[in-house]
C-alpha cells in the first residue's frame, strides 16, 4: 500500500511540476523582457523543487 502511495505522489508531483515549468515558459513568452528572467528561474526552481520531494516520496515509500 505504502509503494503505491509512493508512485501516486512522485507523479502528482511531477505533473505539479510540469505545470509550474509551463507557466514559468507561458510568463515569459508573454512578456518577453529579459527583466522577468529571475521570476521565471524561481519558478523553475520551485518546480524543481516540488519534483525532487516527489522523488523522495517515491524512494521512501516504494523504494525505488
Known amino acids: 500500500?505504502?509503494?503505491r502511495l509512493g508512485i501516486i505522489l512522485y507523479w502528482l508531483?511531477?505533473?505539479?511540476?510540469v505545470f509550474i515549468v509551463?507557466?514559468?515558459i507561458a510568463f515569459y513568452?508573454?512578456?518577453g523582457s529579459a527583466d522577468d528572467?529571475?521570476?521565471?528561474?524561481f519558478l523553475i526552481l520551485i518546480a524543481a523543487i516540488v519534483w525532487?520531494?516527489?522523488?523522495?516520496?517515491?524512494?521512501v515509500l516504494a523504494g525505488t
Open 52 to 59: 525532487g520531494i516527489g522523488r523522495a516520496c517515491r524512494y
Open 37 to 41: 528572467l529571475p521570476a521565471v528561474g
Open 22 to 24: 509551463s507557466a514559468a
Open 1 to 3: 500500500m505504502a509503494a
Open 13 to 17: 508531483g511531477c505533473i505539479v511540476a
Open 29 to 31: 513568452v508573454a512578456e
